[in-house]
T-cell receptor, first 112, second 115 residues
């Protein structure tokens, strides 16, 4: 079973629409990371959340961490075709180590 | 900053052949990670090094896989002999010294196809 579950697995939205991607952990989180991947390329770091209740924004992307629920959400406002790609959450479940794991990813397509 | 550099970008080989994937981390980074990505299993951590020393190789699938980091600027992942089920995209990533919370910087991956 996956230790980091993402939902939905795929998403198709019309340009301009808002959307939310969720990442739920089965274990305690010690830092939560969001990455974006375009087909055929590596992962690009978006944001890191460390404390419960923390919220960060970059351009039109906002991420929040609910430590108690062991959950994070990524929200995109007024989506654009450039937002298309695969979004992955990553986390360390073992403090003091570099043993990061990743969710299965959410494939986002934005229709122009 | 050149980023993490992986080679080759694509590798097609026949079952039973030896495959070597290469990675050059970002200069100054002291942690290096090898991941494998497939549709079925997503992104899996194979092994990671800290200061050139393998710290955790529990993700290495079996003895056919081996990884080395002879110096701070180079690492290899070798599969011998290769099998069709090894077909995947292999990513190398590095992170800077300091804290365990530093984000990983990924290369563009090597797409391996074993026929």
């Amino acid at each position: 079973s996956q230790e980091l579950e993402q939902s939905p697995q795929s998403l198709i939205v019309q340009e301009g629409k808002n959307l939310t991607i969720n990442c739920t952990s089965s274990k305690t989180l010690y830092g939560l990371y969001w990455y974006k991947q375009k087909y055929g390329e590596g992962l690009i770091f978006l944001m890191m959340l460390q404390k419960g209740g923390e919220e960060k924004s970059h351009e039109k992307i906002t991420a929040k961490l609910d430590e108690k629920k062991q959950q994070s959400s990524l929200h995109i406002t007024a989506s654009q075709p450039s937002h298309a790609g695969i979004y992955l959450c990553g986390a360390a479940h073992i403090p003091g180590t570099y043993k990061y794991i990743f969710g299965t990813g959410t494939r986002l397509k934005v229709l122009a | 900053d050149a980023g993490v550099i992986q080679s080759p970008r694509h590798e097609v080989t026949e079952m039973g052949q030896e495959v070597t994937l290469r990675c050059k981390p970002i200069s100054g980074h002291n942690s290096l990670f090898w991941y494998r990505q497939t549709m079925m299993r997503g992104l899996e951590l194979l092994i990671y090094f800290n200061n050139n020393v393998p710290i955790d190789d529990s993700g290495m699938p079996e003895d056919r896989f081996s990884a080395k980091m002879p110096n701070a600027s180079f690492s290899t992942l070798k599969i011998q002999p290769s099998e069709p089920r090894d077909s995947a995209v292999y990513f190398c990533a590095s992170s800077p010294p300091g804290t365990y919370n530093s984000p990983l910087h990924f290369g563009n991956g090597t797409r391996l196809t074993v026929t």
